[in-house]
């Protein structure tokens, strides 16, 4: 569904005409405000809207900005909430849902760059879900987070719907949609693979100074 955007989403719009707006926004927030949803497409699912906003399929581009930044807002608000009530409670356990993996790299990711974290982390698959459940768990102020929160939210919502509606209309991109989606995808990636490959060479540099004392 994720990668024929192109097909689904016309009959999600068919079938639910205004409705459609919820649910789209619906999965814009749960993507950032449930923990256990780091999966759900929303780079893609925000190109496509977008897209579909430049044609004749009744979207409106204005009336979708409001509603999708508004929910990427709420969904980072109540994930960090959850972090800040029981946040250490939920990391203690062991869940199949949410990834040790994960949790440790946004540790870093939040380490490395602050309270800019909750703004690039938006464009970071996973890390963008994990990253205000790590803000609530810390010492970061709920005010302060929600600054960042808004100022990402926003500018988000904004690169890839926008980025849907003006390149949306161009008929390559309306042609080879399925390629487009592909690209947006594997384009979101490159930061968690860069930042993996960078751990991973550190702990090889590690490795290699551990051996020399030990020589």
Not at 27 to 55: H, K, N, R, Y
Not at 109 to 130: D, I, N, Y
Not at 153 to 167: A, D, E, H, K, Q
Request: proline share 4%.
């Amino acid at each position: 569904m994720v990668l024929h955007l192109d097909v689904y989403l016309p009959l999600l719009i068919a079938m639910f005409g205004v409705w459609s707006y919820a649910i789209i926004s619906f999965i814009i927030f749960m993507e950032t405000g449930f923990v256990f949803t780091p999966f759900l497409p929303g780079d893609s699912l925000l190109f496509a809207a977008g897209a579909f906003a430049a044609t004749a399929s009744g979207f409106n581009v204005w009336l979708l900005l409001p509603l999708l930044a508004l929910a990427a807002i709420l969904g980072d608000s109540v994930n960090y909430a959850v972090g800040s009530l029981i946040g250490h409670k939920i990391l203690a356990m062991k869940s199949r849902w949410i990834k040790k993996h994960h949790i440790d790299r946004t540790h870093k990711f939040f380490e490395k760059h602050g309270g800019k974290a909750v703004v690039l982390a938006r464009f970071v698959p996973f890390v963008r879900t994990f990253t205000p459940f790590i803000a609530g768990v810390g010492t970061m102020t709920y005010f302060r987070f929600l600054m960042f929160n808004m100022v990402g939210g926003i500018i988000w919502v904004s690169i890839f719907l926008f980025g849907g509606y003006f390149f949306g209309k161009i008929p390559f991109v309306q042609t080879h949609f399925f390629l487009v989606i592909l690209a947006i995808i594997a384009i979101s990636f490159v930061p968690v693979i860069v930042e993996v490959i960078k751990h991973k060479r550190e702990k090889k540099k590690g490795s290699k100074a551990d051996n020399n004392k030990n020589n």
